[in-house]
């Protein structure tokens, strides 16, 4: 049986005032939701501050995004053993605003995967396909490629300490969401696309679900067979709708 994981990917917002505001109503407000893992990933200049905050609390942290160089000079880039020193356990990997505003690469999302899960921290692939590769029928093509650029380079076992999310590029920030049969067919596609060449992992893995996700359309999301919880932007930085989101988790 697959934990739930509810991420908040804070994206670009915050404040040293506003985040301690918010994370004090959510550690508050999340002590009976023990069923479910939550995790919180604000700006990296801001991870300090919010592990700070989170120590000792059942919220794991993360990051938005990382390098996939090891070191040196890469101005303006983080490397994952700064993360790893902050103990993050998450790092997102691939979302689509680094994919189409930062031009990442399926090659270059493979390689920043590979240095997250070598530093021992776990990485949230993020795939998805525009609402033109929806519309001509090319979604699962283009979720299956994203995949595979991981599965080239990292194997199967790669995917043993990682989670995926699905995020259909048309419904982030957007408030149109995926209808809960056409998130499961896709998550249940990937699945299966993992289970061919490993059952036990594809069995294991957590695929959450993103894309405007909030309080009133998470329980009928998250109540699908392959949908193991969100990856949650806008409606995280709201402290009652982001704790109604993961209560609504299984
Ligand atoms: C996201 O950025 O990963 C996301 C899902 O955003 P939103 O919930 O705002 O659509």
Redesign the pocket.
Known sequence: MRQSLVVA?W?MNGSLASNQALLDAIKQGCQDVSHVQISICPPAVYLAQVSQLLTGSAISWGAQNVSHEAGGAFTGEIAVSMLAELQCRYV?IG???RRSLYAESDQVVAEKFARVRNAGLIPIL?VGETLSERESNQTEAVVLRQLDAVLASEGIAGFHQAVI?Y?PVW????GKTASREQAQAVHAVIRQHLAKQDAAVAEKIQILY????KANNATELFAMPDIDG???????LQAQEFLAICKAAR
Do not use: D, Q, R, Y
Request: overall charge negative; aromatic content about 0%.
């Open positions: 990917n994206k997102i979302h689509s605003e993020c999310a995020e419904a982030i920030g957007t993103g894309g405007s996700v969100g990856l949650i932007g806008g409606a995280s």
